[in-house]
T-cell receptor, first 109, second 113 residues
Framework: GQNIDQPTEMTATEGAIVQINCTYQTSGFNGLFWYQQHAGEAPTFLSYNVLDGLEEKGRFSSFLSRSKGYSYLLLKELQMKDSASYLCAVNYGNNRLAFGKGNQVVVIP | DADVTQTPRNRITKTGKRIMLECSQTKGHDRMYWYRQDPGLGLRLIYYSFDVKDINKGEISDGYSVSRQAQAKFSLSLESAIPNQTALYFC????????????FGPGTRLTVL
């Protein structure tokens, strides 16, 4: 089976930086995705890491360490619209994704 | 226009009824997927298809069946719905090898009474 672990919820202040962690144990690894999901809506793609290191894309950065089975998503300059669930997903082979339960981020003024 | 569409968006049905959820895409992708999402459990893969003649079970396929009528259409059926199939169902698509990102439809909220 596939095991993806994320913390369930965190609260942060507008303008701050928040780091969302994800650890995984999977039968295969062909890359790790981060998705954002607002309540009742479809997940939308944020980032993709297949090699170790940091990928930066505007206010969002994602880091991967394959040897540690670990990734994090960094959200900078938090805005109210960033209040959402952030899903970590691992491609464990043949483009099948195993998802974590999601980390609910609540941004407060 | 949305690239991945799902119908219906909401459905309430009774135990034992047959239900079909439909998914269409205009992205020209070969690969299509069905997931369900439950509070506290995250997204779980039900079935996936890599082309019209290819159907594969995911981690929770029991009680479900699928049909890939064309490259653009992938339907999910519940032959005899039961209350624990109440969930939010998402269809997703992706391109071929090397094109890994999955694009999700808006979801179907299904309630089985």
């Amino acid at each position: 089976g596939q095991n993806i672990d994320q913390p369930t919820e965190m609260t942060a202040t507008e303008g701050a930086i928040v780091q969302i962690n994800c650890t995984y144990q999977t039968s295969g690894f062909n890359g790790l995705f981060w998705y954002q999901q607002h309540a009742g809506e479809a997940p939308t793609f944020l980032s993709y890491n297949v090699l170790d290191g940091l990928e930066e894309k505007g206010r969002f950065s994602s880091f991967l360490s394959r040897s540690k089975g670990y990734s994090y998503l960094l959200l900078k300059e938090l805005q109210m619209k960033d209040s959402a669930s952030y899903l970590c997903a691992v491609n464990y082979g043949n483009n099948r994704l195993a998802f974590g339960k999601g980390n609910q981020v609540v941004v407060i003024p | 226009d949305a690239d991945v569409t799902q119908t219906p968006r909401n459905r309430i049905t009774k135990t034992g009824k047959r239900i079909m959820l439909e998914c269409s895409q205009t992205k020209g992708h070969d690969r299509m997927y069905w997931y369900r999402q439950d509070p506290g459990l995250g997204l779980r893969l039900i079935y996936y298809s890599f082309d019209v003649k290819d159907i594969n079970k995911g981690e929770i396929s029991d009680g479900y069946s699928v049909s890939r009528q064309a490259q653009a259409k992938f339907s999910l059926s519940l032959e005899s719905a039961i209350p624990n199939q109440t969930a939010l169902y998402f269809c997703a698509t992706s391109g071929g090898p090397g094109h890994n990102e999955q694009f999700f439809g808006p979801g179907t909220r299904l309630t089985v009474l």
